[in-house]
């Protein structure tokens, strides 16, 4: 059993990425791994302030839900993102919690596998092609940790928009499922 931490950043409720990110639980689930998945709509994150602080107190000297969730990343195995694809890069709301992951930098994590799930309403995998590099370039930073894979669903503009297609559904429930 895994501990599977999946964080979704779009700000819309039954957003396609987000209906991914609940598939991907689902999958995960269903194999036996323990989940939590991380709505970011609903937290308060501040921008990173640049300070460097956390690399010497080992936390965030912003006050905001930032605190909780860095733990819940560092301390999971497998961790999952999901976000909207916008200006083909993630989201500034995933940008942003990638860095104010800072803490973890200096500390022991215990994630290996990482992975990306994104819609677009540009059809296929390449309008994600730079959100993933973005992402690697985080890991990269991680040295234990390693890019797992990453599916986009493309051609998908209004919330729910995803659910008509069944194929989706299924490549984000069987990321979950072979975590
Ligand atoms: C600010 C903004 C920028 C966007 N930029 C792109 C883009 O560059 N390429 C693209 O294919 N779709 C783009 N879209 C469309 C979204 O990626 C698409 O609607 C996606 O399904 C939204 O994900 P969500 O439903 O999880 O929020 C953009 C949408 C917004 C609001």
Redesign the pocket.
């Known amino acids: 059993m895994k501990k599977v931490v999946i964080v979704s950043s ?3 409720k039954n ?4 209906i991914l990110a609940f598939e991907a639980a689902k999958g995960a689930k269903d194999a036996g791994n323990e989940v939590e998945i991380l709505l970011l709509r609903d937290k308060t994150i501040n921008f990173c302030r640049g300070c460097l602080a956390c690399q010497k107190m080992l936390k965030c000297v912003i006050k905001d839900d930032m605190a909780e969730m860095i733990e819940k990343v560092r301390n999971a195995d497998t961790v999952i993102f ?7 890069e993630m989201s500034g709301q995933l940008k942003t919690f990638l860095d104010r992951c800072n803490p973890i930098y200096p500390q022991v994590y215990a994630f290996r596998d990482v992975y990306l799930l994104s ?4 059809e296929g995998q390449n ?1 994600a092609e730079r959100a993933v590099s973005g992402l690697k370039g985080w890991i990269e930073c991680f040295e234990k940790a390693k890019f797992a894979g990453a599916f986009n ?2 051609g ?4 729910n ?2 659910l008509k297609n069944a194929e989706m559904l299924k490549a984000a429930y069987d990321m979950g499922r072979n975590i």
């Not at 957003?15 to 987000?18: F, L, R």
């Not at 999901?82 to 083909?88: D, E, K, Q, R, V």
């Not at 819609?119 to 540009?122: F, G, H, N, Q, V």
């Open positions: 779009s700000p819309r957003g396609n990425s987000e999901a976000t909207p694809i916008y200006y083909y819609s677009s309403a540009e309008a669903a493309g998908v503009t209004a919330p928009d995803v």
